[in-house]
């Protein structure tokens, strides 16, 4: 079966991947098993190209859930003490995160009817201290941002919008809780109390929270949780809003439009404000049925009336997060319509980790594995794990794998060109100092962004030169805030660049921070072949002798022949379309 599985491959190989999978999918129904083994041997077929192929640009996120302390935090801010316990417990899965190259952290600051900050309109958790109310003694959401920027990760802040808390939690929060400051935009159901989207206020208690989290905090992004209605949505009592509200509309469609509506004002609240914070949510991870595979009763448009890929397409909202928490033929083809309705925009699926644990699903490591492929075959933008202490436990060595096989080298957050797509200035007047310590210092002058925002550098470092910007394993230093560092001894034989990138992602073009010289650069060639470097915008090689003439000219390509070069010690330019040239290595023949 592999052997012809093989001769399918290279069969198809002339189409796209995205076509062959379409194919794959298009087998008869009555074929399933089939059809889901073909597709996972083709997804493993094609997996082992691009599991090595590190994107610079991928989101790879993680939800930190403080509801119960089930992610964050075990320990509770009762005494300075535990204040510090519980900084320190942070500061360590941030550190494990940083180490495994995660980039962004989705850290649930709004919990059921409360907020892990200091709010005038919510009050604080139980899970800080054990006491529903109590101040912690320090702001948890300032803190955890401060930290997230110092290891160059972004912080969104993740926001459950409509729950309000069972019946447990609104008791204990008390005057505090909406329900009893606000009881008319609330609604019971099923034993819990909830926001009614279809009450006019709604959307302005939500938004008075976002306003004052994006006023107060440099958070990254705002990332919208439960934004539907509740499970068992037909028994959701809203008759009363619906007479009073719905102008003779079909309820389901209402409903969607509703939710909508808070989406369009949320984002417009945070656009006004500060247009780079990202807006996101994580809908239900089937949008609806599609054309071959159903969703089974449980989708987002549907069942719950979220209308997330109508959120993309009108433009209010930058990343989707879907809830893919499913397998074989419930994540892939799902995974498609997802890519297929980006709108150009982010779609990050939200990978169902938890359920590696033999208490839950006890699925196989190779079933996440599987899905990382796939989504990274198919470009989207990246991943995000439900939940992180499954993925710091290395269940089933999830975290194992995704740091030696996923992720081997750091990733940027892509560039929000949608809202913004012009580059800082490039750094400048390049400065490469060995002090007498043996460390080294690198300084260059300060970028300036269009929007007068503040700058951050990225550090590349690499043996050979120049330094490929493109390749995220020379990836060294991210979101420096300072034009200026020292680095250790063990980095002395190394080519540095440095970039400028502004709070949209946009990066500028590479300074060069040292050159090689034609004694350093290093030999390309072993015998008769030359190897080279991935070099971006190259079209041709050229071979000089030691006194700079051109003694051959060859198109690019990574590995090209010597048979027919004489003996002797030679010089390596690349040259791109403009004629201009670099050294870029040796040849000793």
């Known amino acids: 079966m592999q052997v012809q599985m093989l001769s399918f491959y290279f069969r198809f190989n002339g189409r796209k991947n995205n076509e062959l999978i379409h194919y794959l999918l298009s087998l008869p129904p009555n074929l399933p098993y089939m059809?889901?083994?073909?597709?996972?041997?083709?997804?493993?077929?094609?997996?082992?190209?691009?599991?090595?192929?590190?994107?610079?640009?991928?989101?790879?996120?993680?939800?930190?859930?403080t509801l119960g302390g089930m992610d964050w935090p075990r320990q509770k801010a009762t005494s300075a003490e535990g204040i510090r316990q519980q900084k320190q417990e942070l500061c360590q899965i941030l550190d494990q995160l940083k180490e495994a190259n995660f980039n962004t952290v989705l850290l649930q600051t709004r919990l059921r009817g409360d907020l892990i900050y200091p709010s005038a309109i919510e009050t604080f958790p139980e899970s800080l201290t054990g006491r529903t109310g109590r101040d912690p003694g320090y702001d948890p959401l300032a803190f955890a941002i401060d930290e997230c920027h110092k290891r160059g990760m972004e912080l969104h802040a993740w926001i459950v919008t409509i729950p309000a808390g069972n019946n447990r939690q609104v008791k204990l929060l008390g005057k505090h809780s909406i329900v009893r400051k606000n009881r008319k935009i609330c609604k019971q159901h099923e034993g819990a109390w909830y926001l009614d989207p279809g009450h006019p206020e709604t959307a302005d208690y939500l938004a008075s929270i976002v306003?004052?989290?994006?006023?107060?905090?440099?958070?990254?992004?705002?990332?919208?949780?439960?934004?539907?209605?509740?499970e068992n949505a037909r028994r959701f009592p809203d008759t009363d809003t619906h007479r009073k509200y719905g102008k003779g509309k079909d309820l389901k469609q209402w409903r969607r439009e509703n939710i909508t509506s808070i989406v369009r004002r949320l984002h417009t609240e945070v656009k006004q404000l500060k247009p780079w914070v990202k807006v996101s949510s994580s809908p239900v991870g089937k949008h609806r049925d599609t054309s071959r595979y159903s969703s089974y009763g449980w989708n987002a448009y549907e069942t719950v009336h979220q209308d997330a890929q109508g959120w993309m397409k009108e433009g209010i909202h930058d990343a989707l997060f879907p809830m893919m928490y499913f397998k074989d033929n419930h994540f892939y083809p799902f995974a498609?319509?997802?890519?297929?309705?980006?709108?150009?925009?982010?779609?990050?699926?939200?990978?169902?980790?938890?359920?590696?644990?033999?208490?839950?699903?006890?699925?196989?490591?190779?079933?996440?594995?599987?899905?990382?492929?796939?989504?990274?075959?198919?470009?989207?933008?990246?991943?995000?794990?439900?939940?992180?202490?499954?993925?710091?436990?290395?269940?089933?060595?999830?975290?194992?794998?995704?740091?030696?096989?996923?992720?081997?080298?750091?990733?940027?957050?892509?560039?929000?060109?949608?809202?913004?797509?012009?580059?800082?200035?490039?750094?400048?007047?390049?400065?490469?100092?060995?002090?007498?310590?043996?460390?080294i210092k690198l300084a260059w002058s300060a970028s300036k962004d269009n929007h007068d925002l503040p700058v951050v550098y990225h550090l590349y470092a690499s043996s050979i030169y120049p330094v490929d910007t493109d390749n995220a394993q020379n990836l060294l230093i991210t979101h420096l805030k300072e034009n200026?560092?020292?680095?250790?001894?063990?980095?002395?034989?190394?080519?540095?660049?440095?970039?400028?990138?502004?709070?949209?992602?946009?990066?500028?073009?590479?300074?060069?921070?040292?050159?090689?010289?034609?004694?350093?650069?290093?030999?390309?060639?072993?015998?008769?072949?030359?190897?080279?470097?991935?070099?971006a915008n190259i079209q041709n090689i050229l071979i000089c002798n030691h006194l700079g003439e051109t003694i051959s000219k060859v198109m690019y390509h990574r590995e090209i022949s010597l048979e027919l070069l004489p003996e002797g010690f030679y010089l390596v330019y690349a040259q791109d379309k403009d004629e201009d040239k670099t050294l870029v290595g040796t040849i000793l023949k």
Not at 35 to 41: A, P, Q, V, W
Not at 211 to 230: A, K, L
Not at 340 to 356: A, K, T
Not at 508 to 519: F, K
């Open 336 to 439: 498609l319509d997802w890519k297929e309705n980006d709108h150009g925009r982010w779609v990050v699926p939200g990978l169902g980790i938890y359920f590696l644990s033999p208490r839950e699903r006890n699925w196989p490591l190779d079933e996440v594995s599987r899905q990382l492929f796939f989504t990274r075959q198919q470009s989207l933008a990246g991943h995000a794990y439900f939940r992180n202490k499954f993925l710091l436990d290395n269940v089933k060595g999830i975290l194992t794998e995704l740091k030696t096989e996923f992720y081997t080298a750091p990733a940027l957050v892509p560039p929000m060109v949608w809202q913004d797509s012009i580059a800082p200035t490039a750094p400048a007047s390049p400065v490469y100092e060995s002090l007498p310590d043996g460390s």
């Open 484 to 535: 200026e560092i020292r680095l250790d001894s063990k980095y002395g034989e190394l080519f540095f660049a440095v970039t400028s990138a502004d709070r949209y992602g946009n990066e500028s073009a590479p300074l060069a921070l040292n050159e090689a010289s034609e004694i350093d650069i290093p030999i390309l060639n072993q015998g008769d072949k030359m190897t080279l470097p991935e070099l």
């Open 211 to 230: 306003r004052e989290i994006v006023t107060r905090y440099d958070v990254d992004g705002v990332h919208f949780d439960y934004i539907r209605y509740p």
């Open 35 to 65: 059809r889901t083994f073909l597709i996972i041997l083709l997804i493993s077929l094609l997996g082992s190209i691009h599991a090595a192929a590190q994107p610079k640009h991928e989101i790879r996120a993680t939800w930190i859930t």
